[in-house]
């Protein structure tokens, strides 16, 4: 009987002819339970069935909880998105404001992206100034906190803003079951990021 052992992101897979197990050292003999998923595939090669049995260490979140997770990404991308325009009111470097701009604009983006993902979920996306938005706010009101025309210090605040939503995106890209599309969209978004925070660092440096 065909068999061997085929390494993924989702663990060690042992394959039998026309069906498969999954676990670290033996594949199971009975149903699967709790922490026990199931993938089927067709191979038209061998006209067989083959079913893989996935063991992971938790359940796989509901369509539900992917979708509020993404709305806290939202919620966090709104703050962003008024940070930055906050931020390019508050500075009177032109190449600098030109920047920020930029910033928020694609950050307007990212929003558009998740609310599209967000309703293939089943999800309703959280709109902007919403009470639950407010209680997320990591960026600091420029307005009123910030002196004017403290460039570096405006830095220093988009940074720390940024450093929060990496974060959030690591414990999203950590989830097994996102669909690939979904996984591309976060990497590019936090990818973007950290390059935000890369040239922040380097602006807010050169105003010291």
């Not at 025309?149 to 690591?170: K, Q």
């Not at 690939?180 to 990497?187: I, K, S, T």
């Amino acid at each position: 009987m065909a068999h061997g052992y085929v390494e993924g992101q989702l663990g060690r897979v042992f394959l039998v002819c026309g069906i498969g197990f999954a676990s670290q050292k033996h594949p199971p003999t009975h149903a699967p339970l709790v922490g026990w998923h199931i993938f089927r595939f067709y191979d038209p090669n061998s006209d067989l069935l083959f079913s893989l049995l996935i063991k992971t260490d938790k359940q796989m979140k509901s369509r539900q909880e992917l979708a509020s997770e993404l709305n806290d990404v939202l919620e966090r991308n709104y703050d962003a998105i008024n940070g930055y325009k906050d931020a390019a009111r508050d500075v009177e470097n032109d190449d600098l404001k030109a920047y920020l701009i930029k910033q928020a604009s694609e950050r307007t983006r990212f929003g558009r992206e998740i609310k599209e993902e967000i309703l293939l979920l089943g999800g309703t996306p959280t709109e902007e100034g919403s009470t639950l938005g407010l209680l997320h706010r990591t960026w600091m009101n420029f307005k009123t906190n910030l002196v004017h025309d403290n460039e570096d210090e405006v830095c220093e605040e988009c940074i720390r803003g940024e450093n929060a939503a990496v974060e959030e995106y690591n414990e999203l890209l950590k989830e097994t079951e996102i669909s690939p599309r979904l996984r591309a969209e976060l990497l590019e978004h936090k990818i973007k990021t950290l390059q935000a925070i890369a040239d922040l660092s380097l602006i807010r440096d050169a105003f010291k």
